[in-house]
């Protein structure tokens, strides 16, 4: 599972690549230490469950607020909210949506809403479809 795993992880960051804000795991101390902010911040993460990758969106870089994707499903944290769990059979690609304003863009899965104000429409767009690779690999 874990080589098969690295291989899926780093075949995603080769093909979505991202400037800034996103992070794959397997991907250098940087990636890493933005996953695991994350986790200790917002995703409760079981010992079975492997990170793939975290968004952080918040201006300050600790990555206590954004979105992390793992094996199960997708933990959200946006600035001043509790943290939402949305697992992967929760939801398939019509559930998925995003609107950009001018001051505002947004990724809406399943209902639940997360905060991708500082992100690219082009960034926006790209993170949509690697949370689908991700729910279309590991849902059930």
């Known amino acids: 599972m874990k080589k098969n795993l690295k291989n899926f992880v780093r075949s995603l ?14 991907n250098g101390s940087k990636s890493e230490s933005k996953i695991n902010s994350a986790i200790a911040y917002y995703a409760d993460i079981d010992s079975d469950e492997y990170p ?7 201006m300050s870089g600790d990555a206590s607020d954004g979105v992390l994707g ?3 499903g997708i933990y959200i944290h946006n600035y001043q ?8 059979d929760d939801f398939d690609e019509s559930d ?9 863009k ?7 809403t997360i905060d991708a104000a500082g992100m690219s429409t082009d960034h926006l767009k790209m993170l949509c479809a690697v949370i689908l690779e991700c729910q279309h690999i590991f849902s059930r």
């Open 106 to 112: 947004k990724i809406k899965i399943a209902g639940e």
């Open 52 to 58: 793939i990758f975290c968004y952080d969106s918040t």
């Open 70 to 72: 793992s094996t199960k």
């Open 13 to 26: 960051s080769k093909s979505y690549r991202f400037d800034s804000d996103v992070y794959f795991s397997y």
């Open 96 to 104: 998925i949506e995003y609107s950009t304003g001018f001051f505002s």
């Open 81 to 88: 909210e509790e943290p939402h769990f949305i697992s992967y």
